[in-house]
Nanobody
């Protein structure tokens, strides 16, 4: 019943900015950590950023200083502000949320949204 709906992907030039959103809905008691992962063609899915329920954040070294993760608990939404984008940032970006429906937290994934950085 839980759904993660992502938006904000698209085509952008190097040095540009993009903001991704991911809204959780359904039978949710509590959302713990939320985060973003990405997967480029021919590569494994990799960690990008996470934010826990208290607002503490963690970033991959490759995006540190350029990306900012945030969340709006009232809207059950996590955001990823991406600045100074590089061609190597091109990938499908996936939203992840650790959600408690009854007792035990479980990880849910969004469908993914394409981000392409190109001239």
């Amino acid at each position: 019943q839980v759904q993660l709906v992502e938006s904000g992907g698209g085509l952008v030039q190097p040095g540009g900015s993009l903001r991704l959103s991911c809204a959780a809905s359904g039978s949710i008691f509590r959302i713990n950590a939320m985060g973003w992962y990405r997967q480029a063609p021919g590569k494994e899915r990799e960690f990008v950023a996470t934010i826990n329920s208290g607002g503490s954040t963690n970033y991959a070294d490759s995006v540190k200083g350029r990306f900012t993760i945030s969340r709006d608990n009232a809207k059950s939404t996590v955001y990823l502000q991406m600045n100074s984008l590089k061609p190597e940032d091109t990938a499908v970006y996936y939203c992840k949320a650790d959600i408690v429906r009854t007792t035990i937290p479980y990880s849910y994934w969004g469908q993914g949204t394409q981000v392409t950085v190109s001239s």
